[in-house]
């Protein structure tokens, strides 16, 4: 293996330890963001986040645990 398959390896771990981080506190998440949201565009910020849900953030999450399964599966499956 080469530097570039623990390089990869790395970003995976990160990635599905972020996704993890980011599915556990999706609501947490969410509900700062909207908040933001609110703050900066104001009665604008506050229809858009009606719209919006946390379902979307946790699927944030998942996509990014998918993302690093398959860097690490890249990292050590790759060949040069």
């Known amino acids: ?3 570039e ?3 990869v390896i790395a970003i995976g771990i990160f990635a599905i330890v972020g996704g993890v981080l980011i ?5 947490r998440i969410y509900n700062l963001l909207a908040n933001l949201q609110k703050d900066l565009i104001g009665e604008r910020g506050d229809s858009l986040s009606k719209r919006a849900s946390a379902y979307w953030v ?4 998942i996509v990014s645990i998918a993302i690093g399964v398959v860097a690490i599966l890249t990292g050590v499956f790759a060949r040069e």
């Open 58 to 61: 946790g699927f944030t999450g």
């Open 23 to 27: 599915f556990r506190g999706r609501r």
């Open 1 to 3: 293996m080469t530097i």
């Open 5 to 7: 398959n623990y390089i």
